[in-house]
């Protein structure tokens, strides 16, 4: 599999996708705006500059997102996005009080 994602997102334009084993594949993070992770059937590709797994588990992510429910004033809504394929991200966003209302897929003229 490439080691970039142009390469990994050309190639499944092209029909070929990541093996569907389970596993994740690690790439190095685009720019400092573009991370993230995709999801594949059984596969996921992460982009993005990797916590360190010696502190993870103590609220790197669930801690910024508790505090981006404060910064609406009033009490009004707060979207955020995780990928489907990317539980940790998803686990992190419900634990800091935010509940899925919805799915997207994007789609993209030929």
């Known amino acids: 599999m490439g080691r970039t994602l ?3 997102l050309d190639a499944a334009a092209d029909g070929r996708f990541p093996p569907p084993d389970g596993g994740t594949t690690v790439i190095p993070q685009l720019s400092p705006r573009d991370a993230g992770v995709i999801a594949f059937t059984a596969h996921s590709v ?3 500059d990797e916590v360190d797994e010696a502190v ?3 609220g790197t992510g669930r801690e910024p997102a508790r505090a981006a429910r404060h910064l609406v004033p009033d009490g009004g809504p ?3 996005q995780q990928a489907a394929g990317n539980a940790r991200s998803i686990r992190a966003f419900q634990a800091a009080g935010f509940r899925p209302v919805g ?3 994007l789609l993209l003229p030929q």
């Open 103 to 105: 799915s997207e897929a």
């Open 78 to 80: 707060v979207w955020s």
């Open 46 to 48: 992460v982009f993005t």
């Open 6 to 8: 142009e390469v990994i």
């Open 56 to 58: 993870r588990h103590r």
